[in-house]
C-alpha cells in the first residue's frame, strides 16, 4: 500500500456531463501528479499540483481542471465529457524539496466510462 | 522531447525462471531518475525498482535487478526465480526533475507459467 487514495473506484458518465474525481496524498507530501491511462496504454500527463498551484499540464484540453488543497489532496475535474475522456486516471503522489527528483507513488486509480 | 520506448509489448517466462524486459529512452540531460512499475490486473501502479542516473551502479531489489547502460540509454528490469504473482504490466518510466512529469513507455505485458 502506498498511502494514496481515490474516490470513487469507478464511474459511468453520459457524454456531456461533468465529473470529479479525487486523491489523497501520502502523508507529508506536496505534490500531486494527474495521469490519464487508456486501455493498453502507458499513462498520460494531464498536470501536477505543487504546494495548491498547477506546476506543469500535458497536452489535455482546459475542461481539463484541478486544485489541491491545503492538506495537499487533489482534485481532478473534467467538463463536457467525451466517450475518448473513458479511461483509468491515476493520481500519483510524492514530495518535492528544491531540485530533488522523488519517486512518485501512485494511487489505486478511478475507473470512468462514458457512454 | 524525453521518449521512452518498450520493444516487447508482451513476454512470457517459466515460473522459477529468469526473464528480461527492455527499455530505451531518449534525453538529453544528464542527471535523471528511471523507473519500473508494475501494475497488475488490480490496476494499482507499483514501483518496483529505481535507478539514479549519476550512480554507475545497478541497482537491485531482492529478485529484481536493473542494467542500466547510460550511452547506450538503455534500462532494461531482470526478474530472477519467476513467480506466479510478477504477472503483470510492466511499464518504464523517466523523471527528469520532481516537478516535471514521469514519462512512461507502452508496457510490456509479463506473463508467468506454472
Redesign the interface.
Known sequence: E?GVTQSPTHLIKTRGQQVTLRCSSQSGHN?V?W?QQAL??????IF?Y?REEE??R?NFPPRFSGLQFPNYSSELNVNALELDDSA?Y?C?S?L??????????????T?LLVL | AQT?TQSQPEMSVQEAETVTLSCTYDTSES???L?W?KQPP??????VI?Q?AYKQQNATENRFSVNFQKAAKSFSLKISDSQLGDAAMY?CAY?????????????TRLSVIA
Open positions: 502506498t505534490t501528479s495521469y493498453g496504454q502507458g499513462p498520460q500527463f501536477q505543487y506546476n506543469g500535458g483509468l491515476l500519483a510524492s518535492v524539496q528544491g531540485a530533488g527528483k522523488e519517486t512518485q507513488y501512485f494511487g489505486p486509480g475507473r | 521512452v542527471d535523471y531518475y523507473f512499475y488490480s490496476r494499482q501502479m507499483i514501483l529505481r539514479e511499464f523523471l527528469w526533475s520532481g516537478n516535471t512529469p514521469l514519462v512512461f513507455g507502452k508496457g
